[in-house]
């Protein structure tokens, strides 16, 4: 079946950049996305990608795609406090069936 | 985007009573709508898929007779756990697609705040 991996854990300073990365197996997914998870919270679609594409950005958010690899990025430029949070990978298919979660992964940031 | 409620946001119940979550959305027709629950720094698992008026589709592992779903409307869902025991207890969160304003958004799915239960 389809698996989504995250890392489990980031922490960078204020005013850096952060990279999550994910790793996933399915190569027929259409739309690839990034959602942010506060504390307590549901979750908040950040941006997705097409699988056609290689690179989206939207201001302090670059997402790059290898397809051949199936291997997804997120860049968040100038991280602030507030982006601490956690951040899931996801993969879903045309029509929206189902989406597959990554793991998540943690992103503290430090002033 | 959609606005997409949960009720109640937290709920403790004894075990072995049965506990009702709704998922409303406020601005949008879910046609389709998602059960999704979440253990403690784990990623979120799908329950189970439901489409107004008809019955919820469930993915493997979970027990329709003890999760039971109902989409009534294009706006609720309801959850409802049956005879809560300990390990149900876990943050259950609802999202949905459908049409806003006549469009149909079926390449985003909105997602509730999520529901904490809590069974003692």
């Known amino acids: 079946g389809e698996d989504v991996e995250q890392s489990l854990f980031l922490s960078v300073r204020e005013g850096d950049s952060s990279v999550i990365n994910c790793t996933y197996t399915?190569?027929?997914?259409?739309?690839l996305y990034w959602y942010k998870q506060e504390p307590g919270a549901g979750l908040q679609l950040l941006t997705y990608i097409f699988s056609n594409m290689d690179m989206k950005q939207d201001q302090r958010l670059t997402v790059l795609l290898n397809k051949k690899d199936k291997h997804l990025s997120l860049r968040i430029a100038d991280t602030q406090t507030g982006d601490s949070a956690i951040y899931f990978c996801?993969?879903?298919?045309?029509?929206?069936?189902?989406?597959?979660f990554g793991t998540g992964t943690r992103l503290l940031v430090s002033p | 985007g959609a606005v997409v409620s949960q009720h109640p946001s937290w709920v403790i119940c004894k075990s072995g009573t049965s506990v009702k979550i709704e998922c409303r959305s406020l601005d949008f027709q879910a046609t389709t709508m998602f059960w999704y629950r979440q253990f403690p720094k784990q990623s979120l698992m799908l329950m189970a898929t439901s489409n107004e008026g008809s019955k919820a589709t469930y993915e493997q592992g979970v027990e329709k007779d003890k999760f039971l779903i109902n989409h009534a409307s294009l706006t609720l869902s309801t959850l409802t756990v049956t005879s809560a025991h300990p390990e149900d207890s876990s943050f259950y969160i609802c999202?949905?697609?459908?049409?806003?304003?006549?469009?149909?958004?079926?390449?985003?799915?909105?997602f509730g705040p999520g529901t904490r239960l809590t069974v003692l």
């Open positions: 399915d190569s027929s997914s259409t739309y």
């Open positions: 996801a993969e879903g298919n045309t029509g929206f069936q189902k989406l597959v």
């Open positions: 999202s949905v697609i459908g049409l806003a304003g006549g469009i149909v958004l079926d390449n985003e799915q909105f």
